[in-house]
């Protein structure tokens, strides 16, 4: 959807603000304390599905612009470009972009699909991961076995998989395929600084998550790992026999569905490759085994820490908050902003309260109605200081 | 189901025949050539869950009854217990034998619910492996976690399981858990042999399988490894997102169906110990491991090679086949064998017709039609053969 709101100035810059309606699934519905898909307000919260990704976030833009249109018109020409795809990799966009590319010359690109690690002291985001999603798929048989007549001596799927995996990540969580870091920037001591400027607290994390052990690869923090540096997820694992009870078979297929998070300066592309070859090399003898490209590919993307607009959003966080907002990267991904840099020409600079405990893509999403309300305001004072920046 | 069919002789013996008439779920019908519970004729063989494990079995001796009915009247006293839950490990069979104990009181237990090696070559079966049926359950936190957010230092259940499982078997098929084969009897020259008489065919293996790899415990052949050593069996896994598409999270449960098939001479309850310690042992960081028994638990038995129902089983089969019948031994469990022997005091003699490429518990299970037809005409035989061994 692309919704354009003209400014009451005449050669006012354009602002195009991104945000996506679209959500992940809602998983079993059981797990959620309120139905999914009706927002419920408990204790100064909204949870739903898709309260702070990205329902909740996208209003701020639509209710910053209603506010100052009622103050006297809009200092810049609003640009909204909402989708309903980003969940599944923004397939359609880069076709639409191209199509409607006359309608969107625009001098500023934000999106309100953003992340805010603090609550009480904002953060300005600088770069993010690229994103790769594969399928692993074993297969050692042409049907399942039954056990009594076929155990000790048929390979198992099930078995083949989890041995594959524990192949590819040590139990200390370093990634053990080769070359799966080629690419990566070495850490500088700026980059170190700027993981460890902001706080990790353990105690409050796993509190909020209910992780026991913080893990990883050695050599680096927590946030440097998730930030910096290449990750290898198992994001589901399955194969034979789910049901309740006991079914004895030897399960003749296994899949576990893989992300990868990688690092900027890394190709997508070497990456996969790197990991092709770890399993050619450690398929267990009996399995045949294959890696299937399942979703999007995006490499990782940054943005200039002198970026003008950068500066701006810094200026209105440190009003709204009291406080000098602090430069951060993530280690999630943001296939948009390579897209829209291909498309547009421009950095995507992300504005939105998205906080890391809001269980996004889990069981009882929510968002802090302080921060529903806070949105619009800071929408409005960057679009201000925007046009101010940008005659 | 106790059928009592009294034989015409005046102290003639009585022989209990045991059969089951339930089966193990169907799976997904798609993967099935017709319907699983419609049963179709092709190629002379019929088609359908249950159709060689066991209600095509099952009719072999009542269909034998009815033949020596019309010949004149059974030779032996005929006991039928046919039940409904074999394949969840007959929870309510011992009470029942003890609450029938008067009605029970027989001199020959047989079961049809029988396996036979070969096609062309009788065997007959002397012992069965034991099954402990269990869960591994691994906990990482208390929510799914979005993996742009947690990745690089949140554990991953998936991950924790697949890892714990390549601990506890080898890439070789070697089991690594501790003390796992504890009580199991080494093997001697004579069972060697035993093992070694009854062809194993790889290429006509792998034809009917698909299985390209042949796998396993060192030291031992395939069948060796099948019938004399216990095995760890993971029936199923699944954790995490297994929907189309992608979606980006850590788990934060997975879980893992296991059953071991135990050795002669094994404690069900040692080896149980010993999946335990190993799983304190090398439960990953981060993961909360659990092993928790969820089906019955049995021992492994077996059955002395000079039993004399044995050796009537052995003159029907070397007259029906024409072919000297080989001793033989099984990786499958007989929960009910050990019931039977707990309640009447008697071993179990089997005498079916389940071929191993049947697809017991698979899709496309199947029966030869010829076996059909000849299982009524052996169990004849046998019944008329004990009326003279045990009058």
Redesign the interface.
Known sequence: VIGRWPSAHPDAPTVLVYGHFDV??S?AEEDWTSAPFEPDVRDGRIYARGATDDKGNMLAPIRAARALEAAGGLPVNLVLLFEGEEE??SPSLPALLEQHREQLRVDVVLSADG?MLSDTAPTVMLSF?G?I?LELRVR?????????????????A??A???L???M?A???SVLVDRFDAGATALDDNDRAQAAALPFEVDAYRAA?????????PG?T??E??WF?P?L???????????E????????I?T??I?C?IAPGQSPESVIASLRAHIERHS???A?SELVV???VSGASAIRADDPTIDVVREALRDAYGVEPTDVR????LPVASMLMDALGLPTVMLGWCL?DE??????EFLRLENFDRGPRVYADVLTRLAAVRP
């Open positions: 992940q699934p998983g599944i990799g992340v991961k994103l999603s050692t048989a042409a049907v399942e076995l039954h056990s009594g007549l076929h155990a000790g001596f048929a390979p198992n099930a078995l998989l989890s041995q995996l524990a192949s990540v139990p200390d969580g998550t209910g992780v026991t052990t913080i893990w990883g690869e680096y927590p946030r790992r998730n540096r990750t997820d198992v994001n589901g694992i399955w194969g034979g026999f789910q049901g009870g006991t079914k004895t078979v030897v399960p003749a296994a576990a569905k992300t998070r267990p003898a009996g045949a399942v979703g999007g993530t280690g999630a991904s890391p269980r996004m893509h889990a069981p009882d």
